[in-house]
């Protein structure tokens, strides 16, 4: 395929990455100010809050393992579809009790789309343009994550949770249409029979396991990030504007790292096994800096250096996946490893938590370096260059 076609065919999923990462952080991040007083009931708040990445973990696996049944386009526009009727019906019924149901439906349908986008750049892009290409997903994701809070927070204000639901509605609708027309139709690879004990195998081999770990560990070090540079900043008494400051420089080196560490990749100035030890040192660094620099200066080199480190990872660590991976259960194979993106999601900032709340902030913060950089020296366990 011509590159000028395969980058036609690819954005759209670059789009639909853009899709499950605004329609969750829309979301998230509003829920205290949306229906219900959910400010004030934390339990509920912290349900409705772990409902979308719940679905994904159970479902991302069962749709990946689809996608490679039946071929990666009907589940992604079946994902993205579904993705658009749980919006359209939280605004149709019109009762914020069934927001939970609605949310949980978002994340059954972005488990759907988000392991077909990927097994399908896998595919359409070349071995050359590999990590380019999983780099600009990661960007567009990143931008989802960035522009949600602020977008999503500017809709309620403006409509209320029918507003915000019904913009994604209609973005969900919109990348259906340009998926349909741009994206093409992979058909099914031949697949040998697979036995449970084949599958373990697999999934337990340190080809899947040390790129999977260390995905896990950036999404563990920006979402402990994102929740913790925050509560420092107001400790030092630098107020909302430098917690917001620290955060926005997260976001945008992690988005704006990612295409970059692709292009260097596939041009050969950068292996991956190099530079996922290297995006795991930086954030373990990042995440241990205001351990050692205090105030401002602090809080933004610690953002910087945390997303310049899961900058170089996630589109090396999916590189390495998808090269390492059998090319007919590619599904899987992306479902598998996001599991353990949504666990770093989850568990780095429970493990700062469990741990700030036992012996303080500081040890909480060290607890995830001193992790994150252990599974760095661990990832020196990867091949040079997975085989192609």
Do not use: C
Not at 115 to 139: L, T
Not at 279 to 303: D, E, N, R, S, Y
């Amino acid at each position: 395929m011509p590159a000028g076609r395969e980058l036609a065919a690819i954005r759209p999923l670059f789009a639909a990455g853009f899709v499950t990462a605004f329609g969750a952080h829309s979301i998230a991040a509003n829920l205290a100010s949306g229906p219900g007083d959910l400010a004030d009931h934390l339990l509920a708040l912290g349900v409705l809050l772990a409902l979308y990445d719940g679905a994904e973990v159970l479902l991302k696996p069962v749709f990946g393992s689809l996608a490679d049944r039946v071929g990666p386009r009907p589940v992604l526009l079946g994902g993205l579809i579904a993705f658009a009727v749980a919006s359209a019906a939280f605004v149709v019924a019109g009762d914020p009790a069934l927001l939970g149901l609605a949310r949980f439906g978002q994340g059954a349908a972005a488990a759907a789309f988000s392991p077909a986008a990927g097994a399908m750049i896998a595919r359409i892009a070349p071995d050359r343009r590999r990590g380019r290409a999983f780099g600009s997903y990661g960007a567009w994701k990143g931008l989802g994550y960035t522009l949600g809070p602020v977008l999503g927070g500017g809709l309620v204000v403006l409509g209320g949770y029918p507003l915000l639901f019904l913009t994604l509605t209609g973005l969900a609708l919109a990348v259906t249409g340009w998926a349909l027309v741009a994206v093409p139709a992979l058909p099914a690879l031949p697949r040998a029979r697979q036995t449970v004990l084949d599958l373990l195998r697999r999934l337990s081999g340190r080809e899947f396991v040390l790129p999977t770990l260390a995905l896990g560990s950036s999404t563990a070090a920006l979402a402990s990030g994102v929740g913790f540079l925050p509560v420092l900043a107001a400790r030092a008494g630098l107020g909302p504007l430098a917690a917001g400051a620290a955060v926005s420089v997260l976001a945008a080196v992690a988005a704006l790292g990612q295409p970059w560490a692709g292009r260097a990749h596939d041009s050969g100035r950068l292996a991956i096994r190099a530079g996922i030890s290297a995006g795991l040192a930086l954030t373990a660094a990042g995440v241990a800096t205001p351990l050692a620099v205090a105030g401002l200066p602090g809080l933004l080199i610690a953002a910087a250096v945390i997303g310049l480190g899961t900058g170089l990872i996630t589109p090396l660590a999916f590189t390495a996946l998808a090269a390492a991976g059998p090319p007919e259960r590619l599904g899987q194979t992306m479902g598998s490893a996001e599991i353990g993106r949504e666990l770093g999601d989850a568990g780095g900032p429970i493990l700062v938590g469990a741990l700030g709340a036992a012996f303080g902030l500081a040890s909480g913060l060290g607890g995830l370096a001193a992790l994150i950089g252990l599974i760095a020296v661990a990832t020196t366990g990867l091949r040079r260059d997975p085989p192609s």
